[in-house]
């Protein structure tokens, strides 16, 4: 029996595949190398296609087939908040219609099981903090719409029967095991920071008058190695027929602002950084940060990693990757 990873080429996919690897699972991967890097993935099984191709899905389920396939982790999506409001119709295709694609073969070729890549961007702009699973669910861009939509495939193909699933809520994932494995991209607050620091430029904080400790946002860092273990943690509560809720928030229920990450890249790059305050963006709110007790509880799942942690192998693998 193999586990088959979408987007295992991918930065998070490449971080379980690495965890299941060191279990002694058998895998294979779905990934059209797009944003993923092949030399993570090395010598195991590729299919390369684009999950929403047209004709993906009796590739999917022959590939299944042929790799005895018992479960899947999906990955494989486009992640760019900006280029989801700018090609919503890809957003859509690429990543509602290639889920569609992948549950068609699964179905197909009897694959019960899948773990998969939500996110905290179906909440929007949450009011109420610590956001908890049932806290009302309003994405504000493309992108948290089809993680919604992605959701809502998962909970009628459990209600139609043939499917056991959980949708895991990732908040912001940083940090990287190895340099291999490491974002590549400034999306995000820890990797934009660093590509302006190593500019020799000062970073840019968005704000300092919001009602927080120190003026900055608050956001919920997880690192990328505590939340690959949460989908082995997930995958095995499906596989042993234990009870599971349909989603699950994943970060570490504690905030840090953004002048405290600035503040860990000054230290893990030893210099001291002085941010430069530029006005609020629309739509940040000045807090978000994950009730976690729902994935303690029921899957004994709890982040171990800290922020320092986070931003010292982010700092140290983009150096090693630029
Ligand atoms: N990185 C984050 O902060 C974050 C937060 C919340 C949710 N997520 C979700 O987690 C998943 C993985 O994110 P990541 O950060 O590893 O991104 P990534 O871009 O590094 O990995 C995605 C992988 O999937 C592949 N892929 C994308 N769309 C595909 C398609 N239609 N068909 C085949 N392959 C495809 C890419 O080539 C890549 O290897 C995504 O679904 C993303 O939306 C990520």
Avoid at 297 to 317: F, N, Q
Wanted: aromatic share 6%; charged share 20%.
């Amino acid at each position: 029996m193999s586990v088959l990873v979408t987007g295992g080429a991918g930065y998070i996919g490449s971080h379980v595949v690495d965890l299941l690897r060191q279990r002694g699972e058998d895998l294979v991967i779905v990934d059209d190398l797009v944003t993923g890097v092949v030399e993570r993935i090395n010598d195991l099984p590729l299919l390369q296609i684009n999950l929403a191709d047209t004709s993906a899905t009796p590739k999917l389920e022959q590939f299944m087939r042929d790799h005895a396939v018992d479960s899947v982790i999906h990955f494989a999506g486009r992640k760019q908040v900006a280029e989801s409001v700018a090609e919503p119709a890809r957003y859509y295709r690429d990543n509602v219609g290639g889920m569609a694609n992948l549950m068609l073969a699964m179905e197909a070729a009897a694959v019960d099981t899948m773990v998969f890549s939500s996110s905290a961007a179906v909440y929007g702009e949450p009011t109420t903090n610590p956001v908890k699973e049932d806290t009302a669910t309003h994405p504000i861009n493309p992108y948290g719409q089809t993680k919604l939509i992605g959701e809502q495939l998962l909970k009628d193909a459990r209600a139609a029967g043939w499917l056991q699933a959980v949708g895991l809520r990732y908040f912001n994932v940083a940090g990287a095991a190895t340099p291999l494995l490491s974002e590549r991209h400034a999306l995000n607050l820890i990797p934009m920071v660093i590509e302006r620091v190593l500019a020799g430029r000062a970073p840019r904080v968005f704000g300092n008058d919001y009602p927080s400790r120190d003026g900055t946002c608050i956001r919920d860092f997880v690192h990328v190695i505590d939340l690959a273990e949460a989908h082995l943690v997930a995958l095995d509560q499906l596989r042993s027929g234990q009870p599971a809720s349909d989603v699950y928030n994943v970060g570490t229920g504690r905030g840090a602002s953004v002048l405290e990450v600035i503040d860990a890249i000054g230290k893990a790059a030893g210099r001291d950084l002085v941010p430069e305050i530029a006005p609020r963006r629309d739509g940040d709110p000045v807090a978000v940060v994950a009730d976690v007790s729902r994935i303690e509880a029921e899957l004994g799942w709890k982040s171990r990693l800290e922020v320092t942690d986070m931003v010292e192998s982010a700092w140290d693998s983009w150096l090693a990757t630029h």
